[in-house]
C-alpha cells in the first residue's frame, strides 16, 4: 500500500459470509477502535422486503471480526421508514445473533436527539433531530449495494445519515428536491459518518430501489475505515460517476480528497464492475448542482 493512502478492499464472490471476511480482513490494519460504544447499523428501509435490507449473514461476519479485534459488545441499531426495528430484527432473521454475540437491540426511531443543520427545498436552513446513540459511538455500517430514487445510489453513508434521524417526520423532512437532499446529506455527513463501512453487494438491488428495485447477481463486497471511501469505490463497481452522486462529490471535497487518494485491494474495479440498471427518475436526480459556486450555499447553512 502506498503511504498515506485510503484503502478500500473490493472482493469478488458468491458467499457474503466469506467475502464479507475477506474484504474485512484486507483493511484489518487501518481499523482502529476507540473507546466507544460499537454500534452497527443494518439498512432496514421496508422491514417486508428482503431484498431491500442487509442480509444477517453480511452482520455476522462483521461482528465476527470486530470481535477478534477485541470488541465485546455490541449494539444492533435500526431506524425504518417502514415498520419498526423490531420486526426488523425478527423478519430478518437477526435475533439469533444475540446467541453468538453480546447484543443489545436498538430502535432509532426512539433515541434521543440532538440536532443537525440541514436544508429545505429553497435551500434555506431546516434543523434535522438524529440518534444521539449514534453520535456517541464507533459506527459501522453494514448495507446492501442499491440504487436509489433521490440520489442515485444508497450505500454505506446514506445507510447511517437517514438511519440517524429519529422518526418517520424527520426521515420526510430530509427528501427535498434534488438538490437540497445532496446538500443535506453532506452537511449532516460533518456531524455523523460510518467508522466503518461494510457494502454488500453479492445481491444487489438495480431500478427502482431502495425499496422496489429488482435484483442483480452483483458479487462484490467492499470495506473501508474511511466514512466514505468505500461508497467511492462502490458507486464506480455499480457503473456509476463519482460526479453523478451529489452528496459524495461534495463529501470528498469537504475532506480535500480526490479518486488519486484511495487505493483499491483485492479486485480491480473494471475486473468485477456491472452495471446497475438506475431509477426510471435518473434524469431528475442528476439535476443536484447549485448554480454557481456551491460553498456560500452550504456554508450559509449551520
Known sequence: MADGKIRVSLVSGPDRTSTVSEALDLI?????????????????????VPLCATHVDAVRSTLAFLRDKGVESFTIAAGPAIGTADEGFDNYGYRPLADEFDVAWLDLNRDDTVTVPAFDDDLNAQYLNMSRTMAESYVVSVTRTKTHNNVVVTLGLKNILVGTLVGRAEKQKIHQGSRAINLTLAKMAQHVAPDLTVLDGTEGMQGNGPVSGDPIDSRITLASAHSIAAD??????????????????????????????????GERIEDVQIDFRPHDNIAGQLTWPVDGDWRPVFDAVG
Open 28 to 48: 484489518a490494519d487501518q481499523v482502529e477502535i476507540p473507546d466507544r460504544p460499537v454500534l452497527i447499523k443494518p439498512n432496514f428501509v421496508s422491514v417486508n
Open 232 to 265: 467511492v469505490v462502490g458507486l464506480q463497481a455499480m457503473g456509476y460517476r463519482l460526479d453523478q452522486v451529489g452528496y459524495l462529490r461534495y463529501a470528498m471535497e469537504l475532506r480535500g480528497l480526490t479518486l488519486d487518494d484511495i487505493e483499491v485491494v
